[in-house]
């Protein structure tokens, strides 16, 4: 299979990649990528002899056509990605979420390419604590400039396949975590701030809940659904990974052998998601996946000593990152706030 990955030098596409590459030798790879801040070439450099890299803009309409004109199928992970920016700055994110999603839509459509679409659960808003977990028939409701642009373009892919037969499925995954993700999300922060002998830091009282899953549970899953999806259906993927943000901060500082309390409080995000959660009973059932990280604690020990073990992949960006947090207002609370 010829694959074209938008987004391949981020987070989670750079570990499709690799995982592609080493675990698919039928498979031939060519990443499409802008290369803006949360990109880093470095991060392909385990495969770079393997994969052809494009260095360039998902909207712009002439290269993706080209580049969709050779290839079988589109894996589209690129994406403003972080909700903090989203709320600093909204316009690259629907430059890049709906526009560019569009430029790849009007692409497939034109070469009958298959198209998988790589989306977040925070289309569907957030959830009160007892409420029963997101399932495919939630109805959108997004509560960021981020989560907002990624609905968008969820619904210009089922548009562009209801309307022009596109062959497209997509997929809405919980929150990853594993090797390679920037340092403005929030467990590499509070790793990276631990090595540098820095206390974490929780966004108000830290009892909002997020659905942790292994990135390269998300990934088996993504190629799942690219060989035995149904055209036009909908995939959440989540690993019952339920766990508020102070337990989390406090499994991190437990992996620095650190006090619990070792933490600040910070200012909360403004309209913060209370809670995400997965019902992925679709995916298990009708496609028989699997998650194989199901200890959380481990897989965050094995993240730990990658952030330790490759310090020089984030050193740079995480200076830039926290003095753009600093220049966000980000201030610790007082005990009393
Ligand atoms: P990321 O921010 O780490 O990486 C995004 C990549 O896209 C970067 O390499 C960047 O250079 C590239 N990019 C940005 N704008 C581009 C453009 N206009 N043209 C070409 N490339 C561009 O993001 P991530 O965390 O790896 O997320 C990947 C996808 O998965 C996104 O669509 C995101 O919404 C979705 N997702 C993420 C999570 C998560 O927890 N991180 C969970 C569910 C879904
Ligand atoms: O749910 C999927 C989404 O998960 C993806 O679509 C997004 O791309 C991804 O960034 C992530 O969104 P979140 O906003 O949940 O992730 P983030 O890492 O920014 O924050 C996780 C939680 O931790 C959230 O409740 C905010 C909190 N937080 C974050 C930072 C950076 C802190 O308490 N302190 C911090 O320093």
Known sequence: MRLLVTGGAGFIGANFVQRTVTERPDATVTVLDALTYAGNKRSLDPVSDRIDFVHGDIADLDLVDELVSGVDAVVHFAAESHNDNSLAEPWPFVQTNIVGTYS?????????????????????????PDAPAFTEATPYNPSSPYSATKASSDLLVRAWTRSFGVRATMSNCSNNYGPYQHVEKFIPRQITNLIDGVRPRLYGAGHQVRDWIHVDDHNRAVWDILERGRIGQ?????????????????LILEAFDRDPDDFDHVTDRPGHDQRYAIDATLLRDELGWIPRFGDFRAGLAETVRWYRDNE?????????????YAQAGERTLDPAE
């Open 234 to 250: 909908t995939y959440l993927i989540g690993a019952n990974g339920e766990l508020d943000n102070k337990t989390v901060v406090r």
């Open 104 to 128: 790849l839509l009007q692409a497939v459509r034109r070469h009958e390419v298959r198209y998988h679409h790589v989306s977040t659960d925070e289309v569907y808003g957030d959830l009160a």
């Open 312 to 324: 020089s992949w984030w050193r740079d960006a995480k200076a830039v990152t926290e003095h753009a």
